[in-house]
């Protein structure tokens, strides 16, 4: 991602000139190479396969009828990745789309040593999409390209053409808000378990003991402000 | 949140759902592809609307006149960005692409990209582009496609021309390689190709041994000599730079001369059979380079090459430095040096 090797730059700028010269053949290496990737990439934007073939099919598109302005600068991936960046937002805030369709992948067959791992992130997405689908679209977008598809701050900024202050706060949002999930839902949690453990449970209750008392505070500050008020009002 | 955590599984497409994807993408590429020009939906004009079409109206004004004012004056001269579409009009376009220059003819539309840096190609949509190549030296070459032809040059100056299907190859000065498909083709000062006679082969007003005819495959073409090689050795061959792939295969002659037609011959059937028979193929171009003459040092480059792409470091390196140190002025002794330097 980012700035492209020079041999692979070469062949990046080859293959979009070809392409931009509407060579059938071009394009269709250019699909081929980069559909699988793409797919992944929006199935982890968007949480399930449910009209993913329309944006997929949107995504090369909008690749093969913006090329003409690529220049080489960064990667063809990452010039791929902001196209379905683009398309999945698209999709994602279109009043056709109805939720996320859970259809998820089949049952781990039995006796696979990983089955119970699987089939805890088989479950864990399903409320971890359900929640998603409560957050702006960019947040999403940020977060699921950073935490589920392994994207930097870095590159995830540039596919999102943002800054990487934006991009950061996106992503924190976010993850603040499915952490918020995560305290009431079980499954969720033991998806997340892995980072908690790694924060120790002490750093955990100290956190959440710190917040609370904050949220306390707060509260006590506001009461006071009103019982202030009222008092000057009497 | 941790990279440790279990992965959410993306669940596949089937193949009948990408074949869906496959079928509706280029479909839709086609319609737009053969589609008319949009047409304005006539609508009330909004304010900015009215601003923004004066606007367009004062840039095209302004362009209209540029065009008019700058009449049959010569051609003029821009720098090519990456990749850059140019479509002419009544008057040709002077293009510079790093070093070189590229006239692009009246009524013609090329996609030029890259730089002396990393190589360039022009990609010829219709009409005609007479080129200027400065000697690449150590950099890569300079490669003009035009349909399913590919000339690919590294000094010299040369004429592409397409119309439709049909493309036309005339070298000013210096020497290219054209391919298309299986057929390559050497070209070397005044040829043209395809020549009156043949629609395959070149014009070559000398014919032995200056038309290499190595089988290639498509879009895969061999360096031609530089302006300083084709002056010094004018009827010195190159060698394909790549692997020979899809070659029908032939024998290989039993017994052929060192020079002349046999040694054409003997180097064309070992470029043929180098996928089907690459010891075969080894042993001729070990053959050839062994004995002098002009087909050694291509022989002894695709030697190299062809250990290369096998594998055989070693033996690639030991033929690629010795073609270097015989030949340091050969045709293929930039590609030679980027072979050794993959190697290494």
Redesign the interface.
């Known amino acids: 991602m980012g700035e492209p090797a ?1 041999q692979r ?2 062949e990046d ?2 293959l ?3 392409c ?5 053949s071009a ?2 290496t250019l ?1 081929e190479r980069e ?1 699988r990737r793409v ?2 990439t929006l ?2 934007v968007l949480g ?2 449910h009209h ?2 329309d944006v ?2 949107e995504t ?2 909008k690749v ?2 913006s090329l ?1 302005g ?3 600068n960064a990667s063809l991936a990452t010039w791929i990745d902001r196209c379905a960046v683009r398309a999945a937002y698209a999709h994602l805030t279109s009043n056709k789309r109805r939720g996320t369709s859970l ?4 049952d781990p067959p039995s006796g696979d040593p990983s089955a119970e ?2 089939a ?3 479950e ?2 399903r409320h ?1 999409y359900a929640e998603l689908d409560k957050i702006e679209a960019k947040q999403r977008i940020a977060f699921t390209l950073h ?2 598809d ?1 994207h930097s701050i870095a590159e995830v900024s540039s596919i999102m053409e943002a800054t990487v202050v934006a991009t950061k706060a996106r992503v924190w949002r976010a ?1 603040q808000q499915i952490e918020a999930r995560a305290r009431k839902d079980d499954v969720l949690r033991a ?5 908690t453990t ?1 924060r120790g449970e002490r750093g955990e209750r100290e956190e959440r003991g710190e917040r609370e008392e904050r949220r306390e505070r707060e509260e006590r500050g506001e009461r006071g402000e009103r019982q202030e008020e009222a008092d000057r009002e009497q | ?11 596949p ?1 089937s193949d009948a ?2 074949a ?3 079928d ?3 479909t ?2 086609d319609a ?2 053969g589609a008319p020009a949009p047409v304005a939906v006539p609508r009330a004009p909004s304010r900015h609307l009215v601003i923004g079409a004066a606007s367009v109206l004062a840039l095209a004004a302004a362009v209209l006149l540029f065009v008019v004012f700058r009449g049959a004056g010569p051609a003029r001269n821009d720098v090519v ?3 850059s ?1 140019i479509e002419t009009g009544a008057t040709p376009s002077r293009l510079a692409v790093g070093e070189s220059t590229i006239e692009v003819a009246p009524a013609s539309a090329v ?4 730089d002396d840096a ?2 360039i ?1 022009v ?1 010829v ?1 219709t009409g005609q582009v007479d080129c200027e190549v400065t000697p690449r030296k150590d950099r ?1 070459p300079f490669v003009v ?1 035009a349909g399913n032809v590919r000339v690919r040059v590294v000094g010299t100056r040369f004429v592409v021309a397409r119309d439709g299907g049909d493309v036309h190859v005339r070298v000013a000065h210096g020497a290219v390689e054209v391919s298309r498909g299986a057929d390559v083709i050497m070209l070397h000062d005044g040829d043209s190709w395809p020549s009156a006679t043949s629609a395959t082969s070149a014009t070559s007003a000398t014919s032995a041994p200056s038309a290499t005819s190595a089988t290639s495959a498509p879009a895969v073409t061999a360096p031609a000599a530089t302006d300083d090689d084709a002056a010094a050795t004018p009827s010195v061959p190159a060698a394909p730079t790549a692997p020979i792939v899809n070659a029908p295969s032939t024998s290989l002659p039993a017994t052929a001369a060192r020079d002349g037609k046999d040694a054409q011959r003997l180097y064309e059937a070992a470029a043929r059979v180098e996928t089907s028979d690459p010891d075969g193929a080894m042993a001729s171009y070990r053959k050839l380079a062994s004995g002098g003459g002009p087909w050694a040092p291509p022989a002894l480059f695709a030697a190299g090459r062809l250990a290369a792409d096998r594998g055989r470091a070693a033996e690639a390196k030991r033929l690629l430095d010795d073609y270097v140190t015989r030949y340091p002025r050969g045709a293929n002794v930039d590609d030679a040096r980027r072979i050794l330097a993959r190697i290494r």
């Open positions: 020079p730059w070469k700028l080859e979009a000139t070809r931009v010269a509407g060579e059938r394009q269709r699909y559909k797919h992944a199935y982890r399930s396969n993913i073939e997929i099919q090369f598109l093969f009828r003409r690529f220049r080489g259809e998820l992948v089949t791992r699987r805890l992130a088989r864990a997405a971890l935490e589920l392994g993850r998806w997340m378990q892995v980072e790694e | 949140m941790s990279s440790e955590r279990p992965k959410i599984p993306v669940e497409l759902r990408w869906k994807v496959d509706a993408l280029f839709a590429l737009e592809a960005l990456n990749p579409h996609v030029a990209s890259g990393h190589g190609l990609v949509e890569p496609q």
